[in-house]
């Protein structure tokens, strides 16, 4: 089953690689390259899971989490942060913006697809 999962992270080396690793389940990947444009694209569109990148332009993963999960028809879509800082604090600020998970870079492919098809499972109809 096709699943459309939004991408936002402000480095294209790593919105690449994500799209890469993520269209080889057949998952459909939309990729932007700033917290704007994610927020643009989410008042249309209701995607299966978002990888929020936590440092990017304009508006944060944390920040755009934060918003989503205030939105009733975005409410239960997962949040997966995508962050380069592994550290208590930044945990502790994804759990507070109640973000589902947090991946840290570098990534590796078989871990995040992992964790995408558990979040995907998880998701209630």
């Not at 690449?16 to 927020?39: C, P, R, Y």
């Not at 997962?78 to 600020?93: F, G, I, K, Y």
């Not at 589902?100 to 995408?116: E, M, T």
Request: charged fraction near 25%; hydrophobic fraction near 40%.
């Amino acid at each position: 089953m096709s699943h459309t999962i939004l991408v936002a992270d402000d480095e294209p080396a790593i919105r690449t690689m994500l799209e890469v690793i993520l269209s080889a389940d057949g998952h459909e990947i939309v990729a932007v390259a700033d917290g704007k444009s994610a927020l643009e694209y989410l008042q249309t569109h209701t995607p299966d899971v978002m990888l929020l990148d936590i440092n990017m332009p304009y508006m944060d993963g944390f920040e755009i989490c934060s918003r989503v999960k205030r939105i009733k028809r975005l409410r239960n879509t997962p949040v997966l942060l995508l962050t380069a800082m592994d550290d208590d604090h930044t945990r502790d600020h994804a759990k507070l913006v109640g973000a589902d998970d947090i991946v840290s870079k570098p990534l590796s492919g078989k871990n995040l697809r992992g964790r995408i098809t558990h979040l995907l499972s998880g998701r209630q109809p």
